[in-house]
């Protein structure tokens, strides 16, 4: 009787310990976990912002709940009410402070921007996925390298109004979208570009180790601007952080998708021939 061979863990050095989550970071990160996920849960957001929940599951159309979570956020956080300068809506403010939806369009200019670092920060705090390359690889969190990243991420996220905890809720908005666009899915064909090294292979396919955040996109051309070797992947819906049309506008259209990381089956995408390099994040 033929057995499959024990699957490849993630090394230690891309998990933290202790995280805020139902499960720990090493079976997030794991290839089990991509093959069979599982619900993720951030502690405390249920108990404790029960109310959207609610104006959610009220709503009667996916505008509807775009348009109740954006007022829950601006509400909740004293959040400008637009990003239009000398608004009248706005509360005046000594100095801008960042927010959700400025950190999503940071993100889509440069994931090695200092609202990138704030991005894998908060992915480190609530998931254990330590990051593995901001600006450089960072070989773990003892090097100079980290440190750097840290100093940024600590710089990114001061004087604002709770943002991480804005990001966690963005985080559970975008899980409850997905749960209603994808009622019967469990996974969603993603594609990324990469000029880095695989992890090795299982049951013959190749592996692949991403950082704790990427950008992923369901066009394989538009895959092409993180590197030149196309990788097709069946990406668990839990481990999705955000995707363009969840909040129109803030991630310019391009079907881009933030995917948390750890360890992947991959499957070399053949239908793309041309080569753009702009980003190794």
Same mark, same amino acid.
Request: glycine content about 6%; aromatic content about 10%.
């Given at each position: 009787?033929?057995? =499959?061979?024990?699957?490849?863990?993630?090394?230690?050095?891309?998990? +933290?310990?202790?995280?805020?989550?139902?499960?720990?970071?090493?079976?997030?990160?794991?290839?089990?976990?991509?093959?069979?996920?599982?619900?993720?849960? +951030?502690? %405390?957001?249920?108990?404790?912002?029960?109310?959207? &929940?609610?104006?959610?599951?009220?709503?009667?159309?996916?505008?509807?709940?775009?348009?109740?979570?954006?007022?829950?956020?601006?509400?909740?956080?004293?959040?400008?009410?637009?990003?239009?300068?000398?608004?009248?809506?706005?509360?005046?403010?000594?100095?801008?402070?960042?927010?959700?939806? !400025?950190?999503?369009?940071?993100?889509?200019?440069?994931?090695?921007?200092?609202?990138?670092?704030?991005?894998?920060?908060?992915?480190?705090?609530?998931? %254990? +996925?330590?990051?593995?390359?901001?600006?450089?690889?960072?070989?773990?969190?003892?090097?100079?390298?980290?440190?750097?990243?840290?100093?940024?991420?600590?710089?990114?996220?001061?004087?604002? =109004?709770?943002?991480?905890?804005?990001?966690?809720?963005?985080?559970?908005?975008?899980?409850?979208?997905?749960?209603?666009?994808?009622?019967?899915?469990?996974?969603?064909?993603?594609?990324?570009?990469?000029?880095?090294?695989?992890?090795?292979?299982?049951?013959?396919?190749?592996?692949?180790?991403?950082? =704790?955040?990427?950008?992923?996109? &369901?066009?394989?051309?538009?895959?092409? !601007?993180?590197?030149?070797?196309?990788?097709?992947?069946?990406?668990? +819906?839990?481990?999705?952080?955000?995707?363009?049309?969840?909040?129109? %506008?803030?991630?310019?259209?391009?079907?881009?998708?933030?995917?948390?990381?750890?360890?992947?089956?991959?499957?070399?995408?053949?239908?793309?021939?041309?080569?753009?390099?702009?980003?190794? %994040?």
């Amino acid at each position: 009787m033929t057995t =499959n061979p024990p699957c490849p863990q993630p090394p230690r050095s891309a998990l +933290l310990a202790l995280n805020r989550c139902n499960l720990p970071a090493k079976v997030i990160a794991s290839l089990e976990y991509q093959l069979a996920p599982a619900p993720l849960e +951030l502690d %405390g957001v249920k108990a404790l912002y029960t109310d959207l &929940l609610q104006q959610l599951d009220r709503s009667a159309s996916a505008e509807q709940r775009l348009e109740r979570f954006r007022n829950y956020m601006t509400l909740r956080f004293r959040l400008p009410a637009t990003d239009l300068p000398d608004s009248d809506l706005d509360e005046p403010q000594a100095r801008p402070k960042a927010h959700y939806k !400025r950190l999503l369009r940071g993100w889509f200019f440069d994931s090695d921007s200092r609202e990138g670092a704030v991005w894998k920060g908060w992915v480190e705090s609530r998931f %254990g +996925l330590l990051t593995r390359f901001h600006r450089e690889p960072i070989p773990g969190p003892e090097s100079d390298a980290y440190d750097r990243f840290m100093e940024e991420r600590v710089r990114g996220i001061y004087n604002t =109004n709770a943002l991480e905890t804005q990001l966690d809720l963005l985080y559970t908005y975008c899980q409850y979208e997905l749960a209603q666009r994808y009622p019967s899915q469990t996974h969603l064909r993603l594609y990324r570009g990469s000029v880095g090294h695989l992890f090795g292979e299982y049951r013959g396919r190749p592996l692949k180790l991403f950082n =704790n955040l990427s950008s992923f996109s &369901l066009d394989p051309e538009e895959a092409l !601007r993180f590197g030149h070797r196309i990788l097709q992947v069946e990406v668990p +819906l839990t481990k999705i952080v955000c995707f363009d049309s969840l909040l129109p %506008g803030q991630l310019h259209g391009e079907q881009e998708y933030m995917v948390l990381g750890g360890l992947y089956e991959v499957t070399p995408y053949r239908g793309v021939t041309s080569v753009e390099v702009h980003s190794t %994040g």
